[in-house]
């Protein structure tokens, strides 16, 4: 269920957004990694569930092969890909949180003091080739405005001030015959747009749902208003060859 929640940064500034949940963007806040063990716990499951599935596929694979079904071996493919899951994402989880990390010092030692961090898919079904080589893989939020890192890069490889956005929107696309928020368009005055694929939480390798980036996008509105109308003067987007 959708709450008031507010949004405290650092310097004791508010942002009060409605969204539905706390504690996942809390961190995104702090730049915070969750534990990982919940996941890894939730992996092992699906992975064992997975192995389950094709150990009875293989001891009923007669009845299998006699079976009246409509799709018989959906279950064997299935358990295949569930046991086939887990590992896979083990190991991406751990990839990315190395690089989530190495991000996040960089952050640290540039001095500023992000009000929001926000982790995007590099490259995925949704997401543009707006960005050169190295493309960003995290974002922060401060008083200045949008900053695009890379673990590659000692310094952000975009940043764009408050005075050239001019909206943030939903970003959607059609899966399976339905509109489904899958990312959210960032509109500028001077460079035009360009679409940001959020992942929940610092060192997780995949997407997030539709809930959360729309919760995403509400949190950014308000950080653009409130941050936003305390730049007096901004200077405009540039990308790191302009620099």
């Known amino acids: 269920m959708s709450r008031s929640r507010t949004i405290r940064g650092r310097d004791g500034q508010d942002g009060t957004v409605e969204y539905s949940g706390e504690r996942w963007v809390q961190r995104l806040r702090d730049g915070e990694m969750?534990?990982?063990?919940?996941?890894?716990?939730?992996?092992?499951?699906?992975?064992?569930?997975?192995?389950?599935?094709?150990?009875?596929s293989?001891?009923?694979?007669?009845?299998?092969?006699?079976?009246?079904?409509?799709?018989?071996?959906?279950?064997?493919?299935?358990?295949?890909?569930?046991?086939?899951?887990?590992?896979?994402?083990a190991v991406l989880s751990r990839m990315r949180g190395r690089s989530d990390r190495r991000i996040l010092a960089r952050i640290r030692r540039h001095g500023t003091t992000p009000r929001f961090h926000l982790p995007v898919v590099r490259r995925g079904e949704y997401t543009l080739d707006d960005f050169p080589e190295p493309r960003p893989e995290m974002w922060t939020v401060d008083a200045a405005?949008?900053?695009?890192?890379?673990?590659?890069?000692?310094?952000?490889?975009?940043?764009?001030?408050w005075s050239a956005v001019h909206s943030v929107e939903l970003a959607s696309a059609e899966v399976r015959g339905q509109r489904v928020d899958t990312g959210i368009w960032?509109?500028?005055?001077?460079?035009?747009?360009?679409?940001?694929?959020?992942?929940?939480?610092?060192?997780?390798?995949?997407?997030?749902?539709?809930?959360k980036i729309h919760i995403v996008m509400q949190v950014?509105?308000?950080?653009?208003?409130?941050?936003?109308?305390?730049?007096?003067?901004?200077r405009p987007g540039r990308t790191r060859t302009e620099r």
């Not at 969750?34 to 599935?53: E, M, N, Q, S, Y």
């Not at 079976?67 to 994402?89: K, N």
């Not at 509105?221 to 003067?233: F, T, V």
């Open 145 to 161: 405005g949008l900053h695009a890192w890379s673990p590659e890069r000692e310094t952000p490889v975009f940043d764009l001030a």
């Open 220 to 234: 950014l509105r308000s950080l653009r208003r409130e941050l936003g109308s305390q730049q007096d003067a901004g």
């Open 58 to 89: 293989i001891t009923h694979l007669d009845a299998l092969l006699h079976s009246d079904a409509r799709r018989p071996f959906a279950l064997p493919l299935f358990s295949v890909i569930l046991l086939v899951l887990g590992p896979v994402a």
């Open 34 to 56: 969750p534990k990982r063990w919940p996941f890894l716990l939730g992996l092992a499951i699906v992975t064992v569930a997975g192995g389950t599935g094709v150990v009875f």
């Open 186 to 211: 960032i509109i500028t005055e001077d460079v035009g747009r360009f679409t940001v694929q959020p992942r929940p939480a610092i060192g997780r390798p995949f997407g997030a749902s539709a809930t």
